[in-house]
């Protein structure tokens, strides 16, 4: 197995394409409570978790929950794409404000990988040309996630890394 040590109090953000496995990955290892989705906040403010159009109201109630969460010391995960920095950025100064430790998670993946699930995706597809740029913009993001602010940075290469991982969550 491949161990992923986490502090008790993090702010963990998945990074990676859509297709990458991002949130089957954040359900096996974390309580539904812990995981807050982009999707998800999408349908609270819109009813379909599919509307790009309402991006800016999402995000704006995942940052609101995500600072909740830290305030209370609740360890917390964020499910989206988070490829850019402009994504990433709010929510290290959010880790920041509660002091606690913001971890990165980086579904780094084939290409051909993430097109094939999303292929065969039954709640929702995106565009093939949607899934290069994340991937594009996943690889770019590594090597600058530890000078962005990241305390913690764990990069998964492979379907069977994701696989193996083993979080021990350390007080």
Do not use: W
Not at 62 to 87: F, M, P, W
Request: glycine fraction near 4%; charged fraction near 25%.
């Amino acid at each position: 197995s491949m161990k992923l040590t986490i502090p008790e109090l993090s702010l963990v953000v998945l990074i990676g394409s859509s297709g990458s496995g991002k949130s089957t990955f954040a359900k096996k290892h974390f309580k539904p409570t812990e995981v807050i989705s982009s999707n998800f906040c999408r349908g609270l403010v819109s009813d379909d978790e599919n509307d790009q159009t309402v991006t800016g109201a999402a995000f704006d109630v995942l940052h609101y929950i995500v600072s909740k969460r830290l305030q209370l010391g609740k360890l917390t995960v964020v499910d989206a794409t988070n490829v850019q920095e402009s994504a990433r950025k709010p929510l290290i100064e959010i880790a920041k404000d509660y002091h606690c430790f913001p971890v990165a998670v980086v579904f780094n993946l084939p290409e051909k990988v993430c097109q094939e699930r999303n292929k065969n995706r039954t709640d929702r597809q995106v565009e093939e040309y949607v899934i290069r740029k994340h991937t594009q913009q996943m690889k770019k993001s590594i090597k600058g996630l530890q000078r962005e602010g990241f305390r913690y940075v764990y990069i998964l290469n492979s379907p069977e890394e994701v696989e193996e991982v083993v979080f021990e969550r350390q007080p």
